[in-house]
């Protein structure tokens, strides 16, 4: 069965420590994609890949970075955790870019920040 | 730009009433039209997809057509279980880019035994 995993579930952090978040996919899925989901707001796109080292702004990429340096892998960097980017975050990955293309998700990491 | 809205929630239904969960789009070109369903503590996963205008997206028991006309993407069941107690969500593929999907905000659904 294909699989998103997302290493941690749940993480404290404290304002202004830098944060990783890492996703592993085993499916050789060329795109990756950082979701963030916040109650009443849906999911919104953070970050998406479509290669290895390539990288794509999403619609709310302030104060994020990512990094793809292998293709199974996708890293979602806070540089400076702020309390407002307490979240729920979701890595997903597809094979391709095909407008019907469907998303693999992770179970997600929930993020306090303090 | 494209945007989803979907019905408000939480949606309380008793097991075995007719479920039917709205959701509109705005958007320029011809966008695929899915449904995903989030299980509580898990992550999202496709319950259905369609990808031209009326298709028919159907997948345990749920069905949602693409409706070009009123630009929406209903999901129904006629018959819910406590099992079906989720949160759904409501997407479409901004331009032809897959993988790129909007949201609509979800509605959480409850069913009691």
């Known amino acids: 069965d294909v699989k998103v995993t997302q290493s941690s579930r749940y993480l404290v952090k404290r304002t202004g420590e830098k944060v990783f978040l890492e996703c592993v996919q085993d499916?050789?899925?060329?795109?990756m994609f950082w979701y963030r989901q916040d109650p009443g707001l849906g999911l919104r796109l953070i970050y998406f890949?479509?290669?290895?080292?390539?990288?794509e702004k999403g619609d709310i990429p302030e104060g994020y970075s990512v990094s793809r340096e292998k293709k199974e892998r996708f890293s979602l960097i806070l540089e400076s955790a702020s309390t407002n980017q307490t979240s729920m975050y979701l890595c997903?990955?597809?094979?391709?870019?095909?407008?019907?293309?469907?998303?693999?998700f992770g179970a997600g990491s929930r993020l306090t920040v303090l | 730009g494209d945007s989803v809205t979907q019905m408000e929630g939480p949606v309380t239904l008793s097991e075995e009433a007719f479920l039917t969960i709205n959701c509109t789009y705005t958007a320029t070109g011809y966008p695929s039209l899915f449904w995903y369903v989030q299980y509580p503590g898990e992550g999202l996963q496709l319950l259905l997809k369609a990808t031209k205008a009326d298709d028919k997206g159907s997948n345990k028991g749920f069905e949602a057509t693409y409706r070009k006309e009123t630009t929406s993407f209903h999901l129904e069941k006629g018959s819910v279980q406590v099992s079906d107690s989720a949160v759904y969500f409501c997407?479409?593929?901004?331009?032809?880019?897959?993988?790129?999907?909007?949201f609509g905000q979800g509605t959480e659904l409850s069913v009691k035994p």
């Open positions: 997903a990955s597809s094979l391709s870019m095909s407008g019907a293309n469907v998303l693999t």
């Open positions: 499916m050789d899925h060329e795109n």
């Open positions: 997407a479409l593929t901004e331009g032809q880019v897959g993988g790129k999907l909007i």
């Open positions: 890949s479509y290669d290895v080292k390539m990288k």
